[in-house]
């Protein structure tokens, strides 16, 4: 053989060898990056028909914020807000998950999603020191609305500081088309000092082995949802709200008063609803899906119904416009 076919053919096989490992690395064409949205938005229903790979990109970020006014806690968050992202997939997507851990960082963060069928929910495998990233996948086997939260030990802090959010696994068929969708997140904060006390409040672990909270809130802080940060809404339309609680102790008894839900799909199954029900219980670490049509105008109130948490801060408000309805709803003196 002469000299230049012996050059050659090493050549050629090394090109074969980076053009194949080329192939395996090249994104795949169906993959996607989720579109990730804060509470109180929702990511757009998903129109695809088939399958595909999904990356979601997550970053643990540990910060201070308002917990109330005047009140300043160090959150343990996702992508720097309380609650995390609104995560959408599809059933039979493949999900892959790519954690940072932000170089800031004091402790380990990982993440637990109930939606992962396998050991932790992912959280063996996805565990990360501060300045790293961790990558996995998952495959959506069960549609239906899930809690994701961290579990580095000690689980109960990483859960109380902030770290949680939903993940929606669509069914293949998608859910009914609503009017508005609104993504609203229940959970506690445990400060050592009372509620109220101005500034700088740190994380009392033994108040949350007690279960006793200081703030019971939505969306991460007092009066998230009033004021400018109200749900809004017009008669005439259905509303869907995906209601998560992130514990860590507590129950929920989600009730939006003067309004009954049409259908409820309780701790998230979207296999069928349950009609004309007036409050759902929400367990720690589950979620539910509330829909109702509008048809009287004015201010609702959303609660946790153990009533006595108003005054800790479950409160938020859906503002509707519209005509008046006084064949349904009037003063008469």
């Known amino acids: 053989m002469k000299t230049g076919a012996l050059i050659k ?50 970053e643990a970020i540990e910060k201070r914020g308002q917990l109330a006014d005047g009140v300043e806690y160090e959150f343990w968050t996702f992508n720097g807000r309380v609650p995390g992202p609104f995560i959408r997939v599809r059933v039979g997507d493949t999900v892959e998950i790519r954690l940072k851990n932000h170089k800031d960082n004091k402790v380990a963060h990982t993440v637990d999603l109930h939606s992962v069928t396998g050991p932790g929910g992912g959280a063996h495998i996805l565990m990360t020191d501060p300045e790293k990233e961790s990558v996995a996948r998952f495959k959506a086997l069960n549609p239906g609305l899930y809690v994701y939260h961290c579990a580095a030990p000690p689980v109960p802090a990483h859960i109380a500081n902030g770290l949680y959010g939903l993940i929606l696994v669509e069914p293949k068929k998608g859910l009914s088309k609503v009017d508005r969708e609104f993504y609203v997140v229940q959970s506690e904060f445990y400060t050592d000092g009372e509620i ?22 939505f969306n991460g802080r007092v009066d998230s949802l009033t004021g400018k940060g109200a749900l809004k809404a017009k008669v005439g339309e259905t509303v869907r709200i995906y209601f998560g609680n992130a514990g860590p102790n507590l129950v929920s008894s989600f009730h939006v008063i003067g309004e009954i839900f049409d259908r409820v799909y309780r701790e998230g199954a979207v296999s069928g609803p349950d009609t004309n029900v007036q409050t759902t219980l929400v367990p720690a670490g589950s979620a ?46």
Request: net charge neutral; no cysteine; glycine share 8%.
């Open 196 to 217: 109220g006390e101005k500034g700088f409040q740190a994380f009392s672990s033994k108040k949350g082995a007690v279960e006793r909270p200081e703030y019971v809130v």
């Open 9 to 58: 053919a090493p050549v050629a096989a090394v090109s074969l060898f980076f053009l194949a490992v080329g192939l395996l690395l090249r994104p795949s064409a169906a993959e996607e990056r989720a579109k990730l949205t804060f509470a109180p938005e929702v990511p757009p229903p998903i129109t695809r028909t088939q399958p595909d790979l999904v990356v979601v990109e997550l």
């Open 288 to 333: 539910s899906i509330g829909e109702f049509k509008l048809e009287v105008p004015g201010t609702y109130i959303l609660v946790d119904h153990s009533i006595f948490r108003l005054d800790r801060g479950a409160a938020g408000v859906l503002q509707v416009e519209g005509p008046e309805a006084p064949e349904i709803y009037k003063k008469l003196k």
